[in-house]
């Protein structure tokens, strides 16, 4: 089962592992950018934080978070500001509150980020905290650019409910929910891999994809799927197929939770790619 600090492909974007050249024992503690960016609902945390005193108050100095922003004209990894560079506090010694944080898009100005978190100080240290988080929005989905929700449909909502069965730790559940993505689609992957074959595929070719696309077992189905496309699409050398149903599995084996999780995983990352690749068709966006 995943740990509270672990978030699947998360809309944070990926940073270099930190290193501490000193001590090869004691952890590194997370910058606040890096906690808000990537830990878990609930997760908590001792984080290294930016904090001034000046005359009789501290001020806390809020970071940039970099996030997948979702909207149109941005759809790329961005910077989003906080609504106030500056947060307040009482005397730090003994204090603890709730507060939020409210980011926007750099790049756009439209899109949003609230997180609501828990913050103990203590006379340790001037530069760390205990931060909790205990909530946020929209949730930590990752990028979902608007290939993938046109491929989806209406199976937008059993995606959200896999990738939020991943984010609390249910391997089981999502790997259900992204496997009855897969089948609500199938029909429709089918006929785009039919309009990007069509002219470089035998007869035959699209006589069995099109046979696919209308037999109702799904394993079957995707053998054949498999079998008939053509070459001229694989991407370096791979069938473009390959990997979704390779994760997708068998109907009627069970599987591990240990397998189970990295199925979902797998297939996840699967349908974002076919999403892409199949955006090409005309009349997919």
């Not at 898009?105 to 760390?128: D, M, P």
């Not at 989905?141 to 449909?153: C, E, N, V, W």
């Not at 109702?216 to 197929?241: C, K, T, W, Y």
């Not at 599987?255 to 005309?282: F, G, H, M, W």
Request: net charge negative.
């Amino acid at each position: 089962m995943r740990g509270p600090y672990h978030a699947s492909m998360s809309d944070a974007v990926p940073a270099e592992p930190m290193t501490n050249p000193t001590s090869t024992d004691r952890p590194v503690t997370p910058s606040l950018s890096e906690f808000l960016e990537s830990a878990a609902v609930l997760a908590n945390a001792t984080v290294s934080v930016a904090c001034e005193y000046i005359g009789a108050r501290y001020d806390l100095l809020l970071p940039d978070v970099h996030l997948f922003c979702n909207a149109a004209q941005c759809g790329r990894p961005e910077a989003f500001a906080p609504e106030a560079e500056r947060w307040t506090l009482p005397d730090r010694s003994t204090w603890t509150e709730l507060k939020f944080l409210r980011y926007s898009c750099r790049g756009c100005g439209k899109s949003t980020k609230l997180y609501a978190v828990r913050i103990r100080f203590s006379n340790e240290s001037l530069h760390e905290a205990a931060f909790t988080k205990i909530g946020e929005e929209p949730p930590n989905i990752g990028p979902t650019p608007k290939a993938l929700r046109d491929l989806l449909g209406e199976a937008w909502v059993l995606y959200l409910k896999g990738v939020r069965s991943q984010l609390a730790g249910l391997e089981l559940g999502a790997f259900v929910y992204f496997r009855r993505v897969v089948e609500r689609i199938w029909p429709v992957l089918i006929e785009r891999f039919v309009q990007l074959s069509q002219y470089d595929a035998s007869l035959d070719q699209l006589a069995a994809l099109k046979d696919a696309k209308d037999t109702r077992q799904i394993n079957r189905s995707m053998e054949v799927a498999l079998e008939s496309i053509p070459a001229s699409i694989f991407i370096d050398g791979h069938n473009p197929l390959d990997g979704l149903t390779d994760a997708y599995g068998n109907q009627t084996k069970e599987y591990t939770s240990a397998e189970c999780s990295q199925r979902a995983d797998r297939l996840r990352s699967a349908l974002n790619q076919l999403a892409d690749i199949t955006s090409k068709v005309p009349g997919a966006g």
